[in-house]
């Protein structure tokens, strides 16, 4: 953007009424930050933050959430006074058997019906089988073994 004597003109006198910088770069037709950008190297008087707020000001008054509706719960004395459902204990449920965790490797083009994943076995600890964890994973080598 060039900024020609008529465009700094109507900057400052934009300026001088109080607008906002967007409202200002609304008005000439360029982006707020090209006005921030200009106003600054222009040395304008700064603009009070509309987020900071000074000394003795009140905070804005949060607004409370909205409620959904939602299941109604019981009232606390009613829940207390309800028999409990027996508890099972962890050490008695049996263990769900480990599945091996499936290669993340992304074959084709995505969006295309042909695109899947690579299933075979994740190596532990990593995303990807033994051969996608080889390309995935490539050692940095040493500038000193590039000089010998």
């Known amino acids: 953007m060039e900024w020609t004597d ?3 003109a ?4 934009l300026w001088d009424e109080g607008l906002s910088t967007a409202e ?14 200009k106003a600054h ?12 707020r000074t ?17 109604t719960l019981p009232p606390l004395a009613a829940s207390i006074a309800a028999p409990m459902a027996p508890v099972r204990t962890l050490m008695a449920a049996p ?7 499936p290669c993340c490797w992304p074959i084709g083009e ?8 690579c299933t075979a076995a994740a190596t532990p600890g990593k995303p990807y089988c033994e051969e996608h964890a080889a390309i ?6 040493d500038k000193r073994e590039d000089a010998a």
Request: proline share 15%.
């Open 55 to 71: 000394e003795g000001e009140a905070a804005p008054k949060p607004v409370p959430p909205k409620r959904t509706q939602g299941p």
């Open 95 to 101: 263990k769900p058997a480990q599945r091996a965790t």
């Open 41 to 52: 190297r222009l040395n304008l008087p700064a603009r009070p933050s509309p987020i900071r």
């Open 24 to 37: 200002i770069g609304r008005r000439l037709n360029i982006s707020k930050n090209a006005v921030v950008g």
């Open 10 to 13: 109507k900057l400052r006198a």
């Open 136 to 141: 995935a994973y490539v050692r940095v080598r």
């Open 110 to 117: 995505p969006g295309k019906p042909s695109f899947h994943f």
């Open 6 to 8: 008529e465009t700094i």
